[in-house]
Antibody, heavy 121, light 107 residues
């Protein structure tokens, strides 16, 4: 079954970092792009950045460029998103989303279930 | 950055009625627009890509139209499971990829 499995919910202190993983099952990992989209409670969707594993090329929203790093490990079919210097405004559900093949790389036809990041001291 | 503005913010309709949701881009995005449905506690689901192409498994009552700056998602006859939040998204001018603020479709 084709799916994206994300790491579990975490609680982080302000000023710390969080690293979320997204493991793809089914399909060829390098055929796709993987993006990270976050959603604060009761709010809309916000694209943070994405990566094309075949080129190992990551692209970021200017808003997050200084704090986020997106990587991919082809050997484990896993994409990662690390966000540094967390504040209360980073409390959100973080989704991994896949594009490519049936749709353009930057449309998202498969989503993970989301990872809840809570920021609290 | 391209801004997508969705209207209305909330749409109140009944099952069996027709729903028309709008998305306006701050500049032309050709047909590089997608629509997503999100239900409470769930991840978004792709409905339409490239403005008018239904994603696999999406019922025919969902249709998309438009190009340039003005786009529409139409649900021809609402089913109870269609009540959700709908987002549009553009990918022509990135980064960043941007989403609209959403339209809540409620009974």
């Amino acid at each position: 079954q084709v799916q994206l499995m994300q790491s579990g919910a975490v609680v982080k202190e302000p000023g710390s970092s969080v690293k979320v993983s997204c493991t793809a099952s089914g399909g060829t990992f390098t055929d796709y792009a993987f993006s990270w989209v976050r959603q604060a409670p009761g709010q809309g969707l916000e694209w943070m950045g994405g990566i094309l594993p075949i080129y190992n090329a990551a692209h970021y929203s200017q808003k997050f460029r200084d704090r986020v790093t997106i990587t991919a490990d082809e050997s484990t079919s896993t994409a990662y998103m690390e966000l540094k210097t967390l504040t209360s405004e980073d409390a959100a559900t973080y989704y991994c989303a896949r594009g490519g093949m049936a749709v353009a790389h930057w449309d998202f036809d498969l989503w993970g279930r989301g990872t809840l990041v809570t920021v609290s001291s | 950055e391209i801004v997508l503005t969705q209207s209305p913010a909330t749409l109140s309709l009944s099952p069996g009625e027709r729903a028309t949701l709008s998305c306006t881009a701050s500049q032309s995005i050709s047909n590089y627009l997608a629509w997503y449905q999100q239900k409470p506690g769930q991840a978004p689901r792709l409905l339409i890509h490239d403005a008018s192409n239904r994603a696999p498994g999406i019922p025919a009552r969902f249709s998309g139209s438009g190009s340039g700056t003005d786009f529409t998602l139409t649900i021809s006859s609402l089913e109870p499971e269609d009540f959700a939040v709908y987002y549009c998204q553009q990918r022509i001018n990135w980064p960043p990829i941007t989403f609209g603020q959403g339209t809540r479709l409620e009974i």
